[in-house]
């Protein structure tokens, strides 16, 4: 199951500016060199039987090189799946071993590469574990014991209190002319909690890289593919008297499928078209609990993950110049982000992982470690570091509530330390992860937005981080087992920053109280 945030999703599973988007030098130049044909190393047509690869092309945007490019994969021996035109993004389907290699060498082509390490078969998350099913007996039980005006499971919410949001939503729960879209593993728009706030009309699957709009597109496969419905009812489950609440329950959510049917992977192909379908209908933000596979971290000095890096960088910055905020999970492997190297041994999670030694300024977490990313690390009950988040001096921006199975409430119903939501075919569950933190941070974002309409990514982001509540870095050794060794160290990061929280716990009620 792919990485729903460690993606091993627990489930119960880059600050914006123009100075650091141009440090990253992830957007080609234009190219000064007229193309030039196809090279011929390779004649040989691969037998009918030949495995076929995904491969992202990324050429110059304007039309005359991506007609070029177009024909020379052709001749390559590839074929087209879908053009992505105003960021240069082609997606390819070759069965032909040599066609990364030769179409990197036509002229027009900045960047190309596979996107998977195994064939494409017939038709991943940030969740730390399995997910916790709420039982009918337990639902009842909340249910008797709910405060006056308040959801029906609303009391075992903690993570709502934490953030304020119980108090918000009394304010202002949030406009409806604000959108935040879940790219994950599809939302099942029936549910009773989700139904009353769902746009169909911004909704999709993008799985094999082309947007299909028909209706029911964007639900999950299966039942097992519950991640992105829980998220979503983290973000905007409705306050109708029907089970739980979501951080900004008055907004809108869409749903883009992004997760592979078979394997439930996010491969690049997919989320470059989530992307930018979000750009184009119009979201103001979108949540990703995920990290791109096949690969933790995508390192430049490779080809194929180096365009994996430009392809989806320029889809999500083509989000940002059409106005929305993208917000993303740190991931679940208690990784330091901001070290000189660290060591990966699950990639690629598509095939054989092998085990690598990669530098996470060069190696990059795709997408939370993109320029104008909102990177949020996963706090528990006690308002410290999930023991799995992974974080970074620099790297995190906020954090927010994604549970902990170290930290539970005493205050609580029923004493549970993950996160409730809304789960496929009507039911609710809990799951934990950064995956849970990062759709806190987008209601929280979706709130901002709705208190200033004409606030822009940046914006968003300035008013997320002033606003949030700082947390300092533990006193004493940051050990969530008590097993006697330090887990983690928290590098202090002066005024408005540090390695575990960023800015600090993100603020729903501050969010709607301050103009």
Request: aromatic content about 6%; some cysteine.
């Amino acid at each position: 199951m792919a990485h729903l945030r460690s993606r091993r999703r627990a489930a119960l599973i880059v600050p914006l500016g123009a100075a650091l988007v141009a440090s990253v030098g992830f957007v080609p130049a234009a190219a000064s060199a007229a193309p030039n044909d196809v090279p011929a190393a390779v004649s040989a047509k691969p037998a009918k039987d030949a495995p076929v690869f995904a491969y992202v092309v990324n050429t110059r945007t304007d039309r005359k090189t991506i007609a070029y490019v177009k024909r020379a994969i052709a001749r390559a021996g590839g074929s087209v799946v879908v053009t992505h035109e105003k960021i240069g993004v082609i997606v390819a389907h070759s069965s032909d071993s040599s066609f990364g290699e030769r179409i990197r060498e036509v002229h027009g082509v900045r960047s190309a590469g596979a996107t998977h390490t195994a064939p494409l078969r017939a038709a991943g998350t940030t969740d730390d574990g399995k997910a916790q099913s709420l039982s009918e007996a337990d639902a009842k039980a909340l249910a008797r014991s709910a405060a006056p005006g308040a959801e029906p499971m609303e009391a075992d919410q903690w993570d709502l209190r934490a953030i304020g949001a119980d108090k918000a939503a009394k304010i202002n729960p949030g406009s409806r002319k604000v959108t935040v879209a879940v790219i994950d593993t599809g939302v099942d728009d029936t549910h009773p909690d989700l139904a009353p706030n769902f746009s169909a009309s911004q909704s999709a699957s993008c799985v094999g890289g082309k947007a299909d709009t028909s209706a029911g597109a964007w639900r999950p496969a299966n039942k097992d593919h519950y991640h992105g419905t829980h998220v979503a009812g983290e973000i905007g489950a409705a306050r109708n008297g029907v089970g739980v609440a979501g951080v900004a329950p008055g907004v809108k959510i869409a749903g883009i499928k992004v997760a592979d049917p078979v394997d439930e992977l996010f491969y690049p192909e997919n989320v470059v078209c989530a992307f930018v379908f979000a750009a184009e209908h119009g979201v103001e933000i979108t949540n990703n609990s995920y990290y791109v596979d096949p690969w933790l971290y995508n390192c430049k000095d490779d080809p194929d993950q180096k365009a994996i890096l430009d392809a989806v960088n320029r889809a999500q910055l083509y989000a940002q110049r059409k106005g929305t905020l993208n917000v993303a999970s740190a991931g679940n492997s208690n990784h330091d982000l901001a070290s000189d190297a660290i060591v990966d041994d699950s990639s690629p999670d598509d095939s054989t992982p092998v085990t690598r030694t990669i530098d996470p300024s060069e190696c990059l977490d795709v997408p939370t470690q993109l320029p104008g990313v909102v990177t949020t690390s996963a706090t528990g009950v006690r308002n410290l570091k999930s023991s799995y988040s992974s974080y970074g001096k620099g790297v995190v921006d906020v954090t927010a509530p994604g549970g902990d199975k170290y930290q539970l409430p005493t205050d609580t119903p029923l004493k549970n330390g993950n996160i409730l939501s809304t789960m496929p075919g009507g039911g609710y569950g809990w799951l934990r992860g950064t995956s849970m933190a990062a759709p806190h941070a987008s209601g929280v974002a979706a709130l901002l937005k709705s208190t200033h309409p004409k606030a822009g990514p940046a914006e968003l982001q300035r008013l997320l981080k002033s606003q949030a509540d700082r947390l300092e870095c533990p006193d004493t050794p940051y050990d969530p087992d008590g097993d006697g060794d330090a887990d983690a160290v928290c590098e202090s990061g002066g005024k408005d920053k540090n390695g575990f929280y960023g800015a600090g716990l993100v603020d729903a009620l501050d969010a709607v109280k301050k103009k």
